[in-house]
Each structure stands twice: as C-alpha cells, then as structure tokens.
C-alpha cells in the first residue's frame, strides 16, 4: 500500500468515513480478504468488522464475493465515494428547501416575542467554538449598525479562519455596518482578505489600555448584548437580551468612541 496512509485515513474521516472503516476500507483496497483476514490485519474486533462491512456494501463502497475458498470482500471503486458526497448534497439541498419554507413561520413567532418591553432580562449562555459560532450567527440580526468592544480576531473566537470570512460575507449581505473600539495590537492589519468588508462595512478607532482594558469581545446590537471570554483556554459566551441595557451600553460605546482615535 501507499505510504501515505495516515493522509488517507485523515482525508476519509473527512469524508465521514469512522476510523474503523477506514482501516477496513483502506485493507481491502489493497486486496480482498476474509473477514477473519481484516480483523487481523486492521486489529478491529471480527464481530465489528461484520458490522462495518454491513455498512460499508450499503454504501456501496465494498462488496462481498464468493469464490472457491468461501466468502470474502473487495473493495469498489474509490470513485463510489462520490455517490455517498452526491447523496449527502441532495440531503442539504432539501433540509435548505426546508428551513426556506419553514423559517418564515418561524421567524414570525420569534418576532412576537423579540420586541418585548425594556424592563425585560433575559441572558443566555453559551460554551465552546460551537456556542461562538451560535452567537456570532445572531449577530447576523443587527439592524443598522453593530457597535463591538474588540479584542482579536473572528479566527480567534471559531479557530476557523474560512468560517470567519464566510461570516464577514454574511455580514455583507446583511447590510449593516459595524464599529469598533481596540486596544492597540490587539487586531492585526491584514486581519482579513475581505476588501468590500473593510471598505464598506468596517471602522475602527484605537483607545488606550490605560483608558480601558479590552480583554474580551462586546458586541451590541438590537436589543442584545453579547460577550465572549476566550482566553486561558476557555471559550464562555453569555447573550444579555434587554433593551435598555443595550442602550446603555451603547451610550458608554459613543462616550468611548470620542476618546479612541
């Protein structure tokens, strides 16, 4: 066999192969063999490799054959992965087609209960790259303008860079603006190759650590308040819903605003 194979194990999993069916896959690409053969060869239990093979033939990735010394398996052509990638396209087509046609509904039962009174406190908590992603979507609400306390970057917040500039793109077409306030360093330059996003999407002014120490992201938007904690390997978000809480806070960002340069 080839002696990339730990590449090839990788690239499966991101196929969405398990890592036992890549062992299983990547054995038989190599020649057909017995169950027996590949439990020994891959060192996965036998009875699981009945279980993987199952899935495997489902897939249409394997096959059983029979021949004179009994039952074995061989491999397909690797160009049936496509058909799996094909069918898992289709399936994200439909559940697309599905939000389009259910999200109104959704949306609309949603609104009836965002425009609540001001006196209303609702937080929400978030954990992880996960909870990030769920709150940086919110964002993707704001009316108008966001107005963001910064510190880093969207990369630093998801540790996916493509991710962020896919949100960057959301945010474009969403079409509201934002500004920011930094500590100086805090932001690089070249923090993105979205010229559009900078040019008409984003300013930022610079304030001093003295003034105001920003060691975490402040985002406010509508009637929300939004904080990520990211450092110390710890990723916590918390959501503060309430409008005249985010009043204020945007009457603290203009205060600031006028100092930052």
């Known amino acids: 066999m080839l002696n990339n194979k730990g590449t ?6 991101k196929l ?11 054995a038989l690409l190599d020649k057909p063999q017995s169950h027996l053969a590949l439990a020994r060869v891959t060192g996965v239990n036998r009875t ?38 094909t069918t898992a396209e289709e399936k994200l087509k439909n559940q697309r087609q599905l939000l389009d046609t259910v999200l109104p509904d959704l949306q609309a039962i949603y609104t009836q209960t965002d425009g609540t009174e001001s006196s ?3 937080v929400n908590t978030y954990e992880g790259v996960d ?11 704001a009316k108008g303008e966001l107005l963001a306390f910064g510190d880093g970057t969207l990369q630093d917040l998801v540790d996916d860079e493509r991710w962020a500039e896919k949100h960057r793109v959301k945010t474009i077409e969403a079409g509201y603006t934002l500004r920011e306030i930094l500590n100086p360093g805090s932001k690089p330059a070249d923090f993105t190759a979205n010229t559009e996003f900078v040019d008409k999407v984003f300013r930022k002014r610079l304030i001093n650590r ?15 308040v939004a904080v990520y904690n990211w450092h110390d390997g710890k990723k916590v978000g918390v959501e503060i819903i309430s409008s005249s809480y985010a009043n204020t806070m945007r ?11």
């Open 210 to 224: 003295g003034v105001i120490p920003l060691d975490q992201q402040t985002a406010i938007y509508n009637n929300t």
């Open 131 to 141: 909870g990030f992603k769920q709150m940086l979507w919110n964002e993707l609400k």
């Open 48 to 85: 699981k490799v009945y279980r993987i093979a199952d899935e495997l033939i489902r897939r249409g990735l394997i096959a059983a054959e029979q021949d004179d010394t009994g039952k074995r398996l061989a491999a397909n052509s690797p160009s049936n992965l496509e058909i799996a990638l």
């Open 8 to 13: 090839l194990l990788l690239n499966l999993k």
């Open 120 to 122: 209303n406190f609702t």
């Open 16 to 26: 969405g192969l398990t890592p036992d069916e890549c062992k299983v896959y990547l």
């Open 251 to 261: 009457a603290v960002f203009e205060q600031f605003w006028k100092l930052a340069k």
